[in-house]
């Protein structure tokens, strides 16, 4: 499956589904349970299935920032509030380095 990232889906439906990919990725690699320092070799292999730059550059920071599993260990300690506002933190910035990325011409 290839993501296409540049001018020709700027407008209608393909506008929406790029935004729709981003944003699901970015909320997929905020839960995924990756290793630190695993993120790279899946990151590297992305491209190779056609991952545009900009969906690429948003796992790489989303990654290895917080998990599903780290956020349920700690849920006793932190108040839910603090865990969802970090979740939502993380996959923002993600999305704004897909945004970044796309700006730059990744």
Do not use: D, H, Y
């Not at 695993?38 to 730059?53: C, F, K, N, T």
């Not at 917080?66 to 300690?77: D, F, I, N, T, W």
């Amino acid at each position: 499956m290839l993501f296409p990232v540049g001018a020709s889906w700027m407008s209608g439906t393909g506008a929406a589904l790029a935004v729709t990919g981003v944003v699901l990725l970015a909320v997929a690699g905020t839960l995924l349970p990756i290793p630190t320092g695993a993120e790279v070799a899946v990151v590297a292999a992305l491209p190779a299935v056609g991952v545009s730059g900009p969906l690429a550059a948003a796992l790489l920071i989303t990654l290895p920032a917080v998990s599903l599993p780290s956020l349920l260990m700690v849920r006793g300690v932190f108040p839910r509030r603090l865990l969802l506002a970090v979740t939502a933190a993380v996959a923002g910035i993600g999305l704004l380095t897909s945004v970044g990325a796309l700006a730059v011409g990744l």
